[in-house]
């Protein structure tokens, strides 16, 4: 029977041992970065849990806070949609939603942040990583129903507005649209933005 390993034996600071010698190899430096929770980062959603906080989240802007019809959170375009979050420390903080309803076409929505989590860019971020999956799915355009409001934010990022303000869920909306250039054409979603 084998003696049981003392692992005081080995860690005291008298024990030393020759370079090269068994029990002093050279340990490989890990990149602590590489395994880390990313601070912030934007994807697709990874798990059910994830879904539930995004949808607790449009829960929370659009009927909560903005007075919309609890009976549109989820819709029917929920279960074909591609679903992505933004991260802060691990805890979902934001949502948004890309869908092809017809070929070539996507439409992006339901756009949302907790309102302790905004003004810090990251819905920039969001829209950056819905515009790329939309990229990697091939689409050639991506339009939404931006809130009136939010308007020059979508501006600044390349849409450009179609048709006249209407009313959706009782605040004034506006059609915009991006082209997308073909640089990711074909591809499949991506899984991450940072």
Same mark, same amino acid.
């Given at each position: 029977m084998?003696?049981?390993?003392?692992?005081?034996?080995?860690?005291?600071?008298?024990?030393?041992?020759?370079?090269?010698?068994?029990?002093?190899?050279?340990?490989?430096?890990?990149?602590?970065?590489?395994?880390a929770?990313?601070?912030?980062?934007?994807?697709?959603?990874?798990?059910?849990?994830?879904?539930?906080?995004?949808?607790?989240?449009?829960?929370?802007?659009?009927?909560?806070?903005?007075?919309?019809?609890?009976?549109?959170?989820p819709?029917?375009?929920? @279960?074909?949609?591609l679903? #992505?979050?933004?991260? !802060? $420390? +691990?805890?979902?903080v934001g *949502?948004?939603?890309l869908?092809?309803? =017809?070929?070539?076409?996507?439409? @992006?929505?339901?756009f949302? #942040?907790?309102?302790? !989590? $905004? +003004?810090?860019?990251?819905? *920039?971020?969001?829209?950056?990583?819905? =515009?790329?999956?939309a990229?990697?799915?091939g689409?050639?355009? #991506?339009?939404?129903?931006?809130?009136?409001?939010?308007?020059?934010?979508?501006?600044?990022?390349?849409?450009t507005?179609?048709?006249?303000?209407f009313?959706?869920?009782?605040?004034?909306?506006?059609?915009?649209?991006?082209?997308?250039?073909?640089?990711?054409?074909?591809?499949?979603?991506?899984?991450?933005?940072?």
């Open positions: 084998a003696r049981p390993l003392r692992l005081n034996r080995w860690l005291t600071p008298t024990r030393k041992l020759a370079p090269g010698s068994p029990g002093n190899e050279a340990v490989p430096k890990i990149d602590a970065r590489k395994h929770v990313p601070e912030i980062e934007a994807r697709l959603i990874q798990c059910a849990n994830e879904w539930e906080q995004a949808l607790e989240i449009r829960r929370a802007v659009f009927v909560t806070e903005q007075q919309g019809p609890a009976d549109e959170e819709d029917e375009w929920d @279960a074909s949609a679903q #992505l979050v933004v991260l !802060y $420390r +691990g805890k979902v *949502t948004a939603r869908y092809q309803p =017809v070929p070539g076409t996507g439409k @992006a929505g339901r949302a #942040l907790l309102a302790e !989590y $905004r +003004g810090r860019g990251w819905g *920039t971020l969001l829209l950056r990583a819905v =515009v790329e999956n990229r990697a799915m689409l050639t355009h #991506l339009e939404l129903h931006a809130q009136s409001s939010a308007r020059q934010f979508y501006a600044r990022h390349g849409f507005t179609v048709g006249d303000e009313p959706e869920a009782g605040i004034p909306h506006i059609k915009m649209i991006l082209v997308l250039a073909p640089e990711n054409a074909g591809g499949t979603p991506l899984d991450a933005h940072k």
